[in-house]
């Protein structure tokens, strides 16, 4: 079959990839100049040094990554070990610590002393012993984080300093959209991700070079693979799909929307009523990201500086996009002996003559709203020979992306298999 794949994010590569791997003719069409998606490394010159590094898509691991993992030994991509330590600084409390050991947890010592801090700490080992049982014992209720904090007494420390700040910072997202995150979805990822337990943690990765080297390896292979390829429109019908193109229209037998659950909205020229509905139900939240020097951005103490660093600032309605500071030389293996780091949505301006890029990235908020869609798209897969693929039909991540890939590649594969028994007959 001659197949469109509209999207080359990490979706669309690997439907690509996979798609053409078994014998379809395979048109990967993206609209941006350079192809990955949120997988985008730059070249960064430091100390007379010249290294590529990772702005969106940065680490995996070895547990809950394994289609991401076995498409890079296939493809021959080197990795190397990272960490997801993390750490919170609290401006409005007074507030630092980090979870890089026992030290850097209380890298004010200050709060050894502190009753609302210890009560805190109290909070987070009452709260992952209760989220562990229930995971595990398949009890876990339909409800916001919201409600069940609220169920459970937990005080308001356990979410500014705690929760707000991790699952914040995972999914990008801000305060209200973080209350109102689906519990089921939210523990089953970090029960997954080993976020609720000290031990037996996961070991994370970071591609050696730039995940632009994986990108680069599925592109080569492709027979027809364009960027600046913009998608006007996309018409089903007769059996056929005819998608729009600057250059002109082109006929396909299936397409795979590949793209954010908006984007495939906005292209299709006759969605039906499921697709306009679910398609509209994931909203997305807009994170400015900037590549910088600026050690201002961390947090105050050297002490509690970590992988991850979570900046709270004043935000009265809840509303206010998520602030972190990657800090990079920490993620990756970079040569450089400056300290290199990216936040996203900065509370405060990096020194002007310290910024190196700035970037935008989309994320789905995944509420309940979403995890509604997510099973009412599953319905509607191949109908007017229409697929989608996507992170944000799971949790989000490359790993979700790949396997939706997987799913879809495996309907098309399976509706090809029945057509020709069915013209053999």
Not at 157 to 174: E, H
Not at 232 to 258: H, K, L, P, W, Y
Request: aromatic share 10%; hydrophobic share 45%; charged share 20%.
């Amino acid at each position: 079959m001659r197949i469109a794949v509209v999207g080359a994010g990490i979706s669309g590569l690997a439907s690509a990839f996979y798609l053409q791997r078994a014998g379809h003719s395979v048109s990967l069409l993206e609209a941006n100049a350079y192809f990955g998606g949120h997988t985008a490394t730059v070249d960064v010159e430091l100390d007379g040094l010249r290294s590529g590094v990772d702005t969106g898509f940065l680490v995996c691991n070895d547990r809950t990554y394994p289609g991401l993992l076995a498409l890079f030994s296939e493809l021959d991509v080197a990795l190397a070990n990272s960490e997801m330590s993390f750490a919170v600084r609290a401006d409005r409390d007074g507030i630092e610590w980090s979870g890089c050991s026992l030290a850097t947890l209380f890298a004010q010592p200050k709060n050894l002393v502190n009753p609302k801090f210890l009560r805190f700490l109290a909070d987070i080992v009452r709260f992952n012993r209760l989220t562990t049982a229930m995971v595990n014992e398949g009890r876990v209720a339909s409800m916001s984080l919201r409600q069940f904090l609220a169920e459970h007494r937990f005080g308001s420390a356990l979410f500014d300093w705690y929760l707000w700040p991790m699952v914040g910072s995972i999914w990008s997202s801000p305060r209200n959209d973080v209350m109102d995150f689906d519990l089921q979805m939210l523990l089953r990822f970090c029960h997954n991700h080993g976020l609720l337990q000290i031990s037996n943690r996961p070991q994370w990765m970071t591609v050696r070079g730039g995940a632009r080297n994986y990108v680069e390896k599925i592109v080569a292979t492709l027979k027809d693979a364009r960027l600046k390829t913009p998608v006007r429109s996309i018409t089903r019908s007769g059996g056929g799909v005819q998608v729009q193109v600057d250059s002109g229209i082109e006929v396909f037998d299936r397409v795979v929307m590949a793209c954010h659950s908006d984007q495939a909205l906005a292209m299709l020229a006759a969605p039906s009523a499921v697709e306009r509905a679910q398609l509209s139900a994931v909203a997305y939240q807009p994170n400015r990201c900037v590549l910088h020097t600026d050690e201002t951005l961390m947090p105050r103490s050297r002490r509690a500086w970590a992988a991850w660093n979570y900046l709270q600032v004043d935000d009265v309605n809840g509303v206010r996009p998520v602030a972190l500071t990657y800090w990079l030389n920490r993620l990756q293996p970079l040569p450089f002996k400056t300290q290199l780091f990216e936040t996203l949505n900065p509370p405060l301006e990096p020194v002007a003559e310290k910024v190196i890029a700035e970037f935008e990235y989309s994320h789905p908020l995944l509420n309940r709203a979403a995890v509604a869609a997510q099973s009412a798209i599953a319905t509607i897969q191949g109908d007017n020979n229409t697929y989608y693929a996507g992170a944000w039909l799971a949790n989000g991540f490359h790993e979700d992306g790949l396997q939706s890939a997987l799913r879809v590649v495996a309907m098309i594969s399976s509706e090809a298999n029945q057509t020709k028994g069915a013209n053999a007959q």
